[in-house]
Structures are given as C-alpha cells and as structure tokens.
C-alpha cells in the first residue's frame, strides 16, 4: 500500500522510521523530518519518492548507493552521522553500563577506529571514565578497561549533541 509518511528517527540499522496507522514502519534511505511516500508492507516500506527533503540530505558520493546495501547513511550530512554514532555509542553506555570499548562498538554497530574517535573525545571532556582493567577470558587477549560515566553525575545530563 502506498502512502505518505513523515520521517521520526532514524533506527538502529539507518532506515528512518516513521509513526503510521498499524504502528511504526522502517524506510531505507530517508532522514528525520522528510516527508516522503512509500509503499508498505508490514513494518517496511520501499521509498518511492522524497517529498520534502531534510537540510541534512546532500547527494551520495558513490554512485551505487542503494544498489550495494554497503552504506545506509551516504545522503545525510557528514557532522549529522558522526552525532547520530555517537548518541547510538552514548545510548549503548546508558542501556547497558560500563563497556569496554570492544563491547561498546559491537553494541553500537561501530568498528574500533570509530569507537576510539567517539570515546576519547568523552574521556578528555571527562564525561566518561575508564575503569579498572578486567583480566582477559580464557581465550586471551588484552585487559579490557571498560568505560562509564564519570560518578559525579556532572556529564551524564550535559552531554551535548555537538563537540565545540
């Protein structure tokens, strides 16, 4: 069924997600704030048009995109994406406690040279602290240090959506 839809969010995997009549649905390729049409089966739809773009929409550098699957996000604005993997690392931190940052990227869908740029920004603002190093398990490996929020309560509620 074709129908218009105003984009909410943006979910886990990229696809924006929006409110409809049977309850959320899933539309690869859109941004918070786009109205766009879409035919929907179930919780997904098939974008077929844009019809009020996002400011945070800019053309996809590759010109297979959407024909890979490789990346979701090539159309939104670069800071836009580097703040939407930093709140999904941020809300990783809230839903599940201290991390390490191997935990931290896997739970945010991140790599390591990602979670590294997310988290030693946090570190030096002191926003985050670094716990005592955890013995690695049976299969080995380097102690694991894992990241929290500082105990002071100070940075939890100051987080902010932009580094200066």
């Known amino acids: ?5 105003t984009i909410d ?10 409110g409809g009549e049977s309850g959320e649905v899933f539309i690869s390729y859109t941004l918070p704030g786009e109205t766009v049409t879409a ?20 053309a996809p550098a590759c010109r297979h995109f959407t024909a890979c699957g490789g990346c979701a996000l090539q159309h939104m604005e670069e800071a836009a994406y580097r703040d939407w993997k930093r709140g999904r690392v941020v809300q990783a931190l809230f839903d599940h406690g201290p991390s ?16 590294s740029g997310i988290v030693q920004p946090l570190l030096d603002q002191q926003f985050l602290v670094e716990g005592e190093p955890v013995p ?5 490996g380097k102690p694991a240090r894992p990241d929290e929020f500082a ?9 902010r959506e932009h580094d200066d």
């Open 39 to 58: 035919a929907r089966v179930k919780d997904r739809a098939d974008l077929l048009a844009v019809l009020e773009p996002s400011l945070l929409r800019v």
């Open 9 to 18: 969010r943006l979910g886990a995997q990229g696809d924006g997600i929006a």
């Open 100 to 115: 390490s940052r191997a935990e931290l990227a896997r739970l945010a869908g991140v790599n390591r040279t990602t979670i």
């Open 136 to 140: 690695a398990g049976e299969v080995g």
């Open 151 to 159: 105990h002071d309560g100070e940075g939890c509620g100051q987080l």
């Open 1 to 5: 069924m074709t129908a218009r839809f």
